[in-house]
């Protein structure tokens, strides 16, 4: 009998998730519609990243989905939707080599989003990235 792990399966319903979202039919709205800011965020542990690592659906248009949605919402907007421009916060981080992976899939603004970045560990990513990789059990 073979076991998935718990990440595994929680990862699968979120990608899961994302994609029902985003192919669910537009909404006909009278007023201006706002494009929909919608990612599925995930940061994998190890090097090369496993594919098991802990996931957050990221949702702007209210924020919801995720323990810092205001505050990631707000870093997004201020860069525009381009996580790698957030700017860096100036703090130390220790020398210890604990590679974790983000990963970002979506929309902002009804612009896609894609990004990748490996980093050697969580604080630097966390200096790098602000609040949007600011995930349950990283």
């Known amino acids: ?7 595994a399966v929680r990862a699968g319903l979120l990608t ?9 039919p537009a909404r006909a709205d009278a007023g201006h519609p ?9 940061v994998s542990h190890g090097q090369p990243p496993s594919t098991a690592g802990s996931g957050s659906l990221l949702r702007c248009d209210p924020p919801h ?11 997004l907007a201020a860069a525009d939707g381009d996580i790698a ?11 210890v ?11 902002w603004r009804g612009r896609p989003v894609e990004y990748t970045e490996t980093f050697p ?11 949007v990789f600011a995930l349950d059990g990283v």
């Open 1 to 7: 009998m073979t076991h998935t792990p718990l990440k």
């Open 34 to 42: 706002a494009p929909d800011s919608l990612l599925l965020l995930t």
């Open 85 to 95: 421009a957030i700017p860096a916060k100036d703090v130390f981080c220790p020398m």
């Open 16 to 24: 899961a998730l994302v994609l029902l979202v985003c192919a669910a």
């Open 65 to 75: 989905g995720h323990r810092h949605a205001e505050r990631a919402c707000a870093e």
């Open 121 to 131: 560990n969580t604080c630097v990513m966390a200096a790098r990235t602000g609040s």
């Open 97 to 107: 080599h604990a590679p974790v992976t983000a990963h970002a899939r979506g929309t």
